[in-house]
């Protein structure tokens, strides 16, 4: 009988140890599953159009509305170019971003200048030669005389073929491309340069209050 006691307490002794250590294991993920989120400052982005690239202005009163073409042909003229440059990017086998670039060369490019003095064609044109070097995908000035060329010819329906090197067409054409872009590069510069200057008078603005602060 006293084996038999003694065998049992060993028994209901190890069950309760057993039970104790399973139970501790099964408290202690529930004690470590429940951590505090670390709040982390992040910074805000705010948009606003008090800071826009053209004001009011020059949105309203376009230099081709100032030169007698009237809002619908002008807006009519920006789409047009837009197609081009995106027909042109699809047959000259280019990145979307640079086709989607030299549609922004080419919107930013006729809110300082007019369609009245500057051709639609020929600044398309230029816009996409430009966006592919931008975006490290450059093409021919052949290649691109060649596609442009050719979507005129389909939507005239008057199929002659390519244009030969050193023939008057393509003198031209590569003279008026080389110009126009020309053009459209020192604009863009212009643009550029007002943009960092606006850049640097936020910033020094910014440091400057931020110094006031500190004073304070």
């Not at 971003?97 to 006729?110: E, K, P, S």
Request: hydrophobic residues 35%.
């Amino acid at each position: 009988m006293s084996v038999s006691k003694t065998i049992t307490e060993t028994v209901s002794a190890t069950g309760k140890a057993a039970s104790a250590v399973i139970g501790t294991t099964q408290s202690t993920p529930a004690t470590a599953a429940a951590p505090q989120p670390v709040q982390r400052p992040y910074g805000k982005i705010v948009l606003t159009l008090e800071n826009c690239l053209l004001p009011e202005v020059k949105l309203d009163q376009t230099p081709s509305q100032n030169d007698g073409l009237d809002r619908e042909t002008e807006t009519d003229l920006r789409i047009l170019g837009c197609e081009l440059i995106q027909t042109a990017g699809i047959l000259l086998k280019l990145p979307q971003v640079a086709m989607a670039t030299g549609q922004v060369l080419f919107q930013r490019f006729f809110y300082s200048k007019s369609f009245v003095r500057h051709s639609m064609e020929a600044t398309a044109m230029s816009c996409i030669c430009l966006a592919s070097k931008i975006e490290e995908a450059p093409r021919r000035i052949r290649d691109v005389i060649n596609v442009f060329h050719h979507i005129k010819q389909v939507r005239s329906q008057n199929f002659v073929g390519k244009t030969q090197s050193y023939s008057k067409l393509y003198l031209l054409l590569k003279a008026t491309l080389s110009a126009q872009s020309f053009r459209v590069q020192k604009k863009q510069t212009k643009q550029n340069k007002k943009i960092q200057i606006k850049h640097t008078k936020t910033k020094n603005g910014l440091n400057r209050t931020k110094q006031n602060k500190i004073h304070l």
